[in-house]
């Protein structure tokens, strides 16, 4: 039987971070007890598949990643390891020991041979695989990287703070460039949008921070969703992306007009730790605290139509549903749409900054 999203998958322990293969149905998996797992995945019932473990960590995984080019895999752990796997067969293939002076929190392929990493001092550090070192570190953030993000041209790399700072590095010439002022709680996650022109940063208040990208000295617009925190997001679109929250709600929310559209899935009083958007962007996966992989269809959320103009809601209504397995959904729910999305509370500045050069 062929399903709208493949079946969960189910872990022994809680997964803290996953990734989906760039080109393939593969999902790898980083838990807490330090185990790295890769799956394939497929909307036949019955044809999840475990292809390989690896039990390398000592300690918790807090991260995984694929390579631009899709043959390996890399994994960061409390235990202050980077350990770079053959994504075929999960072999071992690079490890640094003792990577970082405090556990590693992130990782970010650049291109195929340089690689970023953030850890829980605010320490950054950029790879040279050809090298086998470090080819820039710095300590620029007072609390832990929790999020990173590149340009298209792998030139400038952007870092989320737990000191509610965004970090600006330059790849090219191996030097930090400048911090933003510290938003309000801490900075969760940060994604690229609009192809490029602008950042958007998840904080754990439940607000999202807009900069300009030549602009990263201040945020030029902010967001507040009816959330506990925005703790992961991912694009799906250009303007669209999804967040995950502590409620364990995975809201869709439109940028620039600024707009909660609904929710995508949940994961049941579970806080979502990670999420990914599969190629093509009509699949998103999630992982929380319940042990749980779940997919989610997000096809409808790429030929959305967001206008300026919104219609007053009552406020605390519940949200759209916007994929099939999402709570609350009923027939049609893409009906009146426009009419009836859920509107974030605006924060000084919304709607200030023009999108009309998009």
């Avoid at 929790?146 to 870092?159: P, Q, Y």
Wanted: hydrophobic share 35%; charged share 25%; proline share 4%.
């Amino acid at each position: 039987r062929v399903r709208d999203t493949p079946e969960d998958i189910c872990f022994e322990a809680p997964a803290n971070a996953i990734a989906l293969h760039p080109a393939r149905p593969l999902l790898a998996a980083g838990d807490v007890d330090g185990d790295v797992y890769l799956y394939s995945y497929s909307c036949t019932e019955g044809d999840n598949r475990q292809l390989w473990s690896s039990g390398h960590h000592l300690k918790s995984c807090r991260d995984v990643a694929f390579s631009q080019d899709g043959q390996k895999l890399f994994t960061v752990s409390k235990d202050k390891c980077i350990h770079i796997l053959t994504v075929e067969e999960g072999r071992l293939e690079t490890r640094f020991p003792k990577a970082h002076g405090s556990a590693i929190n992130c990782v970010l392929p650049i291109d195929n041979h340089i690689f970023a990493t953030g850890d829980d001092n605010g320490g950054l550090k950029v790879w040279d695989l050809r090298k086998g070192d470090a080819i820039l570190e710095a300590r620029q953030q007072e609390e832990y990287i929790s999020s990173m993000a590149v340009d298209g041209n792998g030139k400038i790399l952007l870092t989320a703070s737990g000191d509610g700072t965004l970090g600006v590095f330059n790849v090219k010439r191996r030097r930090f460039d400048l911090l933003s002022e510290p938003q309000n709680g801490d900075l969760m996650s940060v994604v690229l949008l609009k192809r490029g022109k602008k950042v958007a940063c998840g904080s754990s208040e439940g607000t999202i921070y807009l900069f300009n990208w030549d602009g990263f000295g201040a945020a030029s617009d902010r967001f507040a969703l009816r959330a506990e925190s925005v703790d992961c997001m991912v694009p799906v679109t250009d303007s669209i992306v999804c967040v995950g929250s502590l409620d364990g709600v995975i809201r869709a929310v439109n940028v620039l007009p600024n707009r909660v559209l609904g929710c995508v899935g949940q994961h049941l009083g579970e806080p979502i730790e990670q999420l990914a958007v599969a190629p093509g962007g009509q699949l998103l996966a999630s992982c929380a605290h319940d042990q749980k992989v779940k997919f989610w269809d997000v096809s409808a959320l790429g030929t959305m139509v967001v206008d300026d103009y919104r219609r007053k809601k009552k406020k605390g209504g519940p949200l759209r549903a916007l994929s099939a397995k999402a709570p609350g959904t009923g027939k049609d729910f893409f009906a009146d749409l426009r009419d009836e999305d859920e509107t974030g509370a605006a924060v000084a500045g919304s709607g200030s900054d023009s999108d009309s050069s998009d």
